[in-house]
């Protein structure tokens, strides 16, 4: 897996994600994302421009990490999902856990604020 992580300021932007974010990739997404968290950044902030489909267990991976941050006043935001990957979300109510921004532009700019 080639994930891409920058860092803008308190933000921690990871690009890279697999097409197909489920089960399979769960644990080595955990594993690679572990010194971010452990870094305890502001706001951990996934780019799901390339996730065209997730399952149960990738939700419960960015719950993981959502959760892994909180304690330290860190947090999970998410960016440009496709329309299926929209869908879940709004059919899950995933809004109310995570920050949702339309791109990686969106976030830097509410992160500013």
Do not use: W
């Not at 780019?47 to 419960?60: K, M, N, P, Y």
């Amino acid at each position: 897996m080639d994930l891409n992580v920058t860092q803008h300021g308190s933000l921690t932007v990871v690009s890279g994600l697999p097409r197909m974010f489920d089960y399979t990739v769960c644990p080595e997404i955990q594993r690679a994302l572990a010194p971010c968290v452990s870094a305890c950044p502001k706001v951990l902030l996934l780019d799901l421009s390339g996730v065209e489909f997730l399952d149960s267990s990738a939700i419960g991976t960015l719950i993981t990490l959502r959760n892994r941050l909180l304690p330290e006043g860190g947090g999970v935001a998410l960016c440009a999902m496709g329309e299926g990957v929209a869908k879940v979300f709004r059919i899950a109510d995933l809004g109310k856990v995570f920050a949702l921004y339309p791109d990686v532009a969106a976030a830097r700019a509410a992160q500013a604020c």
